[in-house]
């Protein structure tokens, strides 16, 4: 069984005859009727069941306020249809000038296909328009456990450790090549970065999850490897931006540095908020990370999540696209004829079986995939409605609605590969770098946290926001002297933020030296 011995594995034949609809990080499947059809999926019931709440017009008439740009077409179109506190980033944003965003990939191959695309497309607006920093977590280590746990132990050719590392490089260079803004964007594979401060945050998340716990969330049990059960926790704290102080301009404790003023985690970082963009089968994680993180040492607030749909397999809505079935996916590297074939054989259409029956009784754009794949891909609402429209009505035909369909996500793929071509190894090496990241927020906000003396210029050592020196720091407590010098660096600092503010330049945002 796929669900219970090796999470992810596709169900066998007799597992296809009736099955409950099962989405995780593992498994996406719609419901399996007694026929074995696979029904599409229902989002509605998915909702309820995750108790994750819908994106209202509510939700885009506030995002188009408080950012002053259109929502994103992924928004408008309600393909990013559910949150949890999505309303607590606009707040944080509007009052605090910042947050952070978090997102990521299980490099299961060297090729990301179209649906991995989607959340980065609109984690990749998110910063431009809230201009934010942003982590990109690489779970090499995740993928090569899960395949191992997949194939019951068994180390197959080409999945090594080694292997996963190779293929966390190549996906890096595919996001890379969808645009993001070096400045203010960190990514990072596992294998590579885990350590100093994340680790530390790892730990103590780890001793904050039964096996019992981990077992009703992702569907293991006493046969999974022990490093699979135990890796969730490592994607639960990448979304604290603790683990990872350089990019906030503090510093780690890790080797070959072990720098001693570093040697506690640093509790301002533990005040900033996090949105998750991602597909709803990584739900399950952030379930997990959200009931814990009011239970760490520095707790931090509840992560936001911003959910979407997924793009469909192309034989239609009841799975997602996946990489370990080829037929199912078109490859961020498939050439223009191998997108056409693929559309032309695989694609499911939502069109009649005759051409007089199609033209006397139209067509259903909601299953048809060509027409699904434009409503992800295609900016243009107007053009998007009138394919609908007449498809509906018998005018449209199924091939033309392919060939639209191809013509679109040709030009998205062969303009991908084309930025992808420049993406170097040193360009990708620059953005695993740890380093202080450049970003400005809201310039605006309502409530500007004061900068802490340790983000000013020139004033050493490590405040919380209250003005008490951490513990841990290099001289211990701070002296008379230099509690004095710090308030009246931090009372400098007010009075500047708040003539930027009336100036109209903005104060600067909460987290950044
Ligand atoms: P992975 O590699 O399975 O998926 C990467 C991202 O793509 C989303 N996704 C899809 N979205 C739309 N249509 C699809 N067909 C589709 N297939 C996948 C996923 O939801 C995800 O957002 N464990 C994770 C890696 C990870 C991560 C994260 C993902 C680590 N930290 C934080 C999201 C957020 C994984 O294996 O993703």
């Known amino acids: 069984m796929s669900a219970t011995e090796a999470p992810g594995a596709p169900p066998s034949a007799e597992e296809k005859i009736k099955a409950a609809q099962l989405i995780d990080p593992y498994n ?6 007694e026929s074995g059809n ?22 885009l008439k506030r995002f188009e306020q408080v950012t002053g740009k259109p929502a994103h077409r992924l928004m408008r179109r309600k393909l990013f249809f559910s949150h949890r506190d999505f309303d607590k980033i606009l707040d944080a944003y509007e009052q605090h000038g910042t947050f952070m965003l978090y997102t990521g990939r299980g490099p299961s191959s060297g090729s990301m296909h179209l649906g991995h695309t989607v959340p980065f497309l609109f984690t990749k607006e998110l ?9 990109i977590m690489l ?35 595919d996001i890379i090549a969808l645009g993001f803004d070096m400045k203010k964007t960190f990514i990072y594979t596992d294998y590579e970065y885990l350590g100093g401060h994340f680790y530390r945050n790892t730990s103590e998340f780890e001793s904050l999850v039964t096996f019992n716990q981990a077992e009703g969330a992702f569907g293991f049990n006493g046969s999974t490897n022990i490093g699979l059960v135990a890796y969730g926790a490592k994607q639960c704290v990448a979304a604290f931006p603790s683990s990872y102080p350089e990019l906030f301009g503090y510093k780690d404790y890790r080797y070959p540095d072990f720098d001693l003023e570093a040697k506690r985690r640093h ?19 952030f379930r997990m990370l959200r ?71 139209g067509g259903n754009p909601d299953v048809d995939v060509a027409y699904t794949y434009l409503s992800y891909f295609l900016e243009d609402d107007a053009e998007l409605e ?58 605006n906000p309502t409530k500007p946290v004061v900068k802490t003396p340790a983000m000013q210029k020139g004033v050493d050592g490590e405040k919380t926001e209250d003005g008490e020196r951490e513990e841990g720091g290099k001289e211990g407590k701070m002296t008379k002297g230099e509690r004095k010098a710090a308030k009246i660096a931090e009372k400098k600092a007010e009075k500047l933020a708040l003539r930027e503010k009336k100036e109209g330049e903005g104060a600067a945002p909460a987290a950044e030296p």
């Not at 696979?38 to 509510?58: K, S």
């Not at 936001?304 to 370990?324: D, E, H, V, Y």
């Open 28 to 33: 996406v499947s719609g419901e399996v009727d």
């Open 38 to 59: 696979v029904q599409a999926i229902d989002y509605d019931r998915l909702r309820d069941q995750f108790g994750v709440q819908p994106l209202t017009e509510d939700h």
């Open 127 to 135: 910063q431009e328009l809230f201009d934010v920093p942003l982590v």
């Open 139 to 173: 779970t090499d280590d995740e993928k090569y456990l899960y395949t191992r746990n997949k194939n019951h132990g068994v180390q197959k050719k080409g999945q090594a450790v080694e292997d996963f590392m190779e293929f966390a490089h190549e996906n890096a260079k």
């Open 267 to 285: 509790k301002d970082l533990s005040k900033i908020m996090t949105l998750i963009p991602c597909a709803i089968d990584q739900e399950p994680y």
């Open 291 to 361: 009931d814990r993180c009011e239970r760490m040492t520095d707790p931090h607030p509840k992560t936001s999540l911003i959910l979407s749909k997924f793009l469909t397999a192309l034989q239609g809505p009841g799975g997602k696209m996946s990489a370990s079935d080829p037929n199912s996916a078109i490859f961020m590297s498939d050439t223009p004829g191998q997108i056409k074939n693929k559309i032309n054989r695989y694609a499911f259409s939502g069109g009649r079986e005759t051409l007089e029956e199609h033209r006397e009784l």
């Open 386 to 443: 009138d394919l609908a429209t007449k498809y509906r009505s018998g005018e449209l035909l199924t091939g033309e609605m392919k060939k639209r369909c191809v013509d679109e996500l040709q030009k998205f793929v062969a303009d991908f590969q084309e930025r992808r071509s420049k993406v170097t190894h040193e360009v990708m090496r620059e953005f695993m770098q740890p380093r202080k990241l450049e970003y400005k927020g809201n310039p």
